[in-house]
């Protein structure tokens, strides 16, 4: 119920990630001019600290699309976004992710278990 320019401000400001989501220990803003972005950010997972590298091209209150050139380990590629939508009683957003996964490190991190 809240409003577009609210939802992507939270999604936006990932500088306070760390005050709002607690499996976000750090962030370390590299570059932003308002429309790029690029950071370094940790996350804390049951096999530990994900440390990845994000680069995110913003259109102010519309739109915020992402890629990591350094995604965790056990994922090849990762990539999406989030679409901000005004509508009567506030806003609607939609988002994606894409992603290859590395199999070989999966498996070492996420091994099956027995059945």
């Given at each position: 119920?809240?409003?577009?320019?609210?939802?992507?401000?939270?999604?936006?400001?990932?500088?306070?990630?760390?005050?709002?989501?607690?499996?976000?220990?750090?962030?370390?803003?590299?570059?932003?001019d308002g429309i790029y972005?690029?950071?370094?950010?940790?996350?804390?997972?049951?096999?530990?600290?994900?440390?990845?590298?994000?680069?995110?091209?913003?259109?102010?209150?519309?739109?915020?699309?992402?890629?990591?050139?350094?995604?965790?380990?056990?994922?090849?590629?990762?990539?999406?976004?989030?679409?901000?939508?005004?509508?009567?009683?506030?806003?609607?957003?939609?988002?994606?992710?894409?992603?290859?996964l590395n199999h070989e490190?999966?498996?070492?991190?996420?091994?099956?278990?027995?059945?």
């Amino acid at each position: 119920s809240c409003s577009a320019e609210t939802a992507f401000g939270a999604i936006y400001e990932m500088e306070k990630w760390p005050e709002h989501l607690p499996h976000v220990e750090r962030i370390e803003t590299l570059y932003n001019d308002g429309i790029y972005q690029e950071f370094l950010m940790d996350v804390l997972s049951d096999t530990g600290l994900i440390k990845v590298r994000s680069v995110r091209r913003c259109k102010p209150h519309k739109m915020i699309t992402f890629f990591q050139p350094n995604p965790p380990v056990f994922l090849k590629h990762h990539s999406g976004g989030w679409l901000f939508e005004k509508h009567e009683n506030g806003c609607k957003v939609k988002t994606w992710h894409d992603w290859n996964l590395n199999h070989e490190k999966a498996a070492e991190l996420f091994p099956a278990e027995d059945s």
